[in-house]
T-cell receptor, first 109, second 115 residues
Framework: GDSVTQMEGPVTLSEEAFLTINCTYT??????LFWYVQYPGEGLQLLLK?????DKGSNKGFEATYRKETTSFHLEKGSVQVSDSAVYFC???????????FGKGTTLS | GAVVSQHPSWVICKSGTSVKIECRSL??????MFWYRQFPKQSLMLMAT?????????EQGVEKDKFLINHASLTLSTLTVTSAHPEDSSFYIC???????????FGPGTRLTVT
């Protein structure tokens, strides 16, 4: 079945450091890909998404590019801030599905 | 953006009792809602899909008699954990998609502790 694999955390960075959180997926067809963020004590919020190959999602300085050849959707930010501390989830939704399939989450501090 | 609320945000109950968790879409209608369960440092696992006007669809391995789901209206779905046991302690999260399923909106979650 479909699945999402994220890099294990936690990830600890200094302010203004470069961030990469790796995400790879397994799916048939052409899924949509998402990054969600969960701040302490809050619900999941959509950070960015991409619906087809080579699409780049971006929001709040974060970017991720849908790479079909490597089945990846890595999250990057050039200069992290303290306020970016949260848990980040990579997720996919297949063409037929409606629910999301999540990775395990990566804690950034 | 659209808002989904959950109530209660946390609950402690004794083993053997039942607990009801509500999920509401506050400013939009949702014919479908999803219930997820999240263990500490683990991913969100889809438990069931709640459908307004019909029975819920449960994922493999989820006991439908233990986790009762009722989609009472276009803005409310409830999850009742019946005869709760300590192993049911977890973080339960609901979500509701927009009308075209382009985006899902998540509730803040309910932390259940069974003693």
């Amino acid at each position: 079945g479909d699945s999402v694999t994220q890099m294990e955390g936690p990830v600890t960075l200094s302010e203004e450091a470069f961030l990469t959180i790796n995400c790879t997926y397994t799916a048939t067809g052409y899924p949509s890909l998402f990054w969600y963020v969960q701040y302490p004590g809050e619900g999941l919020q959509l950070l960015l998404k991409a619906t087809k190959a080579d699409d780049k999602g971006s929001n709040k300085g974060f970017e991720a590019t849908y790479r079909k050849e490597t089945t990846s959707f890595h999250l990057e930010k050039g200069s992290v801030q303290v306020s970016d501390s949260a848990v980040y989830f990579c997720a996919l939704k297949d063409q037929a599905g409606t629910a999301l399939i999540f990775g395990k989450g990566t804690t950034l501090s | 953006g659209a808002v989904v609320s959950q109530h209660p945000s946390w609950v402690i109950c004794k083993s053997g009792t039942s607990v009801k968790i509500e999920c509401r879409s506050l400013d939009f209608q949702a014919t479908t809602m999803f219930w997820y369960r999240q263990f500490p440092k683990q991913s969100l696992m889809l438990m069931a899909t709640s459908n307004e006007g019909s029975k819920a669809t449960y994922e493999q391995g989820v006991e439908k008699d233990k986790f009762l789901i009722n989609h009472a209206s276009l803005t409310l779905s409830t999850l009742t954990v019946t005869s709760a046991h300590p192993e049911d302690s977890s973080f339960y999260i609901c979500s509701a998609p927009d009308s075209k399923f382009y985006e899902q909106y998540f509730g803040p979650g309910t932390r259940l502790t069974v003693t």
